[in-house]
């Protein structure tokens, strides 16, 4: 047998895309980053970068996600942590032709994070915004968008974008992934508001509460109420232990 020869395969870079989602201003948002350096110089794209040669893929994501953004990622090691963001991988994208630079395959990460101040730009990121997803996918008339124009994304960011998008929508209905979105105490109300901005549909209030507080896990009162919402004192819970619903949480037919 010959000796294995590291010359005979072509050379090819990893990256890491991050899709970041919120919730503000009752609507799913994503972060995009204007690019400063080509290909795409000046045009939005998902925050990421390459991978370094002494770190592995979560760690770069994590990397980028702070040194592009300024946020950073939950440590599953700290629970006590507050405004960390749920990072979790979501696909590998590697068409030959998705980078102009070289061959580059993609490792794209979903990343889940309460409402969030504007984000601070760095790297080589002249800028960076959240978006409504509605004016990243193409779907102008659910957004408004700050640019007044809508530009596309760069690279195939728009398939990852929508793929991430996709992932959050299924996964909160059998997993208590939705709380990621909220503070660390939230009332039913302001939980709904999240599977409706996810979801892209109106709940029934009183239908969405007997299901979220009957189901096992899912969350645990705090013993404390909030009138930030205005009205009557609401009751605030956090996330119980349960990672799976049983029953789930159906996204109704639309």
Not at 18 to 27: E, I, P, S
Not at 134 to 151: C, I, M, N, P, T
Request: with cysteine; proline share 10%.
């Amino acid at each position: 047998m010959s000796p294995y020869d590291p010359s005979a395969f072509p050379p090819f870079a990893v990256t890491v895309d991050l899709v970041v989602l919120t919730v503000r201003r009752h609507a799913l948002c994503a972060l995009v980053v204007r690019r400063g350096e080509p290909p795409f110089q000046g045009s939005w794209a998902l925050p990421g970068g390459f991978v370094r040669t002494d770190e592995d893929l979560a760690g770069a994501a994590g990397r980028e996600l702070a040194e592009e953004t300024g946020l950073c990622a939950h440590d599953p090691a700290d629970p006590g942590a507050v405004n960390g963001a749920h990072l979790e991988q979501l696909a590998t994208y590697g068409d030959p032709r998705r980078d102009p630079r070289m061959r580059v395959v993609s490792v794209a990460h979903l990343v889940l994070a309460p409402d969030l101040p504007a984000p601070r730009a760095g790297g080589d990121a002249n800028s960076a915004r959240w978006a409504p997803v509605g004016e990243l996918l193409g779907r102008r008339e659910e957004s408004e968008s700050d640019a007044g124009e809508q530009v596309p994304l760069a690279f195939d960011h728009a398939l990852i974008l929508a793929d991430g998008v996709e992932r959050a929508r299924s996964k909160i209905e059998y997993s208590s992934l939705a709380t990621a979105f909220c503070p660390p105490e939230f009332t039913v109300g302001e939980l709904r508001r999240v599977y409706e901005a996810v979801w892209g549909v109106a709940l029934d209030p009183r239908n969405f509460h007997r299901k979220v507080t009957g189901t096992p896990g899912f969350l645990v009162p705090t013993g404390g109420t909030t009138t930030r919402q205005g009205g009557r004192p609401a009751q605030l819970f956090r996330a119980g232990g349960a990672t799976l619903l049983n029953p789930p949480m159906l996204r109704p037919e639309v």
